[in-house]
């Protein structure tokens, strides 16, 4: 088993910038994958952005540009840096974690408005 904690998340006005943050503990070994999806709702969750044990990293084509995705060394925490953020990226953001089987946290809302 994979615990996922998201924080971060908060109300922000276009333009501005957010960083979200997601602590993994339990079985973490081997090769992997963590990242960030969001949803709306009535939508289908999305990709926002996904970052491998090898460092390898994927991105929407929405947020390609203004959203880095990282992970410390010891692979146990993956951050999502959101810059120039726009009321389209209003969302839930739920952390993932992929070795095999799919593991997601709670999720943390995002609100950009002004």
């Known amino acids: 088993q994979v615990r996922l904690v998201e924080s971060g998340g908060g109300l922000v006005q276009p333009g501005e910038s957010l960083r979200l943050s997601c602590a993994a503990s339990g079985r973490i070994f081997g090769a992997n994958t963590m990242g960030w999806y969001r949803q709306v709702p009535g939508k289908q969750r999305e990709l926002v952005a996904t970052?491998?044990?090898?460092?390898?990293?994927s991105y929407s084509d929405s947020v390609k540009g203004r959203f880095t995705i990282s992970r410390d060394k010891d692979q146990r925490m993956v951050s999502l840096q959101m810059n120039s953020l726009k009321p389209e990226d209003t969302a839930v953001y739920y952390c993932y974690w992929g070795d095999g089987v799919d593991y997601w946290g709670k999720g943390t809302l995002v609100i950009v408005s002004s």
């Open positions: 970052i491998t044990s090898a460092a390898n990293t």
